[in-house]
């Protein structure tokens, strides 16, 4: 692709970006594309008649530069937009952790995401949790055929990435019970053997 070409579908995206002018529709398409072709990184801005080049860590500055060098949103914008969409969303962070000093930390996303958690009472914030699981998983499956194979059945949308990190050991099987006993007894019964059951009663008797 040229930069011209490039400066078309970025251009596209950019309008389709801003507010009342495009259908939101459209972005997940365009940023697809996008991405896969790395046109972000070099493209033709008609208005000014220059071409924009961004390093390959300046993603986010890309998305946050004013257009018409730039999308002018924020990346949870698109990260709302995108967030059913596994591939994208793989495609999306994937971007955001290249770079020089651009080094994934798990300890350093477990942190934030408890920070964060607490600030908002333990609610999930949308897209945290996913793309630590993505980043985890794509880390295990340079090494392990296994998490390859399972990272692919996440990519296909068979399952969902807090699924697999379940499957493969790496989060531990939960559950949201009801605050009343007749919900907690209806959530426990599905999870729980019948001998797991007796154990939990006895547990909680004694």
Do not use: C
Request: proline content about 4%; overall charge neutral; charged content about 30%.
């Amino acid at each position: 692709m040229t930069v011209e070409q490039n400066g078309t579908v970025v251009g596209f995206l950019i309008d389709s970006s801003m507010a009342g002018k495009w259908d939101l529709t459209n972005i997940p398409l365009l940023l697809s594309r996008i991405l896969k072709e790395n046109m972000w990184r070099e493209f033709y801005v008609e208005v000014t008649g220059k071409t924009k080049t961004y390093e390959e860590g300046e993603f986010e500055k890309f998305v946050t530069t004013s257009p018409p060098e730039g999308t002018g949103t924020t990346l949870n914008f698109f990260r709302d937009i995108i967030e059913k969409d596994i591939e994208l969303l793989a495609l999306f962070d994937e971007a955001l952790q290249k770079g020089p000093g651009k080094k994934w930390d798990s300890r350093t996303v477990d942190e934030n995401i408890v920070s964060i958690r607490n600030n908002i009472n333990d609610r999930p914030v949308v897209g945290t949790t996913k793309q630590y699981a993505l980043r985890k998983l794509r880390k295990e499956a340079k090494t392990s055929p296994k998490v390859q194979a399972v990272l692919e059945t996440v990519i296909a949308g068979q399952q969902s990435p807090h699924g697999a990190m379940v499957e493969l050991g790496f989060r531990k099987k939960s559950l949201s019970i009801p605050a009343n006993p007749e919900g907690a007894a209806r959530a426990l019964r599905r999870l729980f053997s019948e001998d797991e059951l007796k154990q939990l009663i006895n547990l909680l008797t004694e």
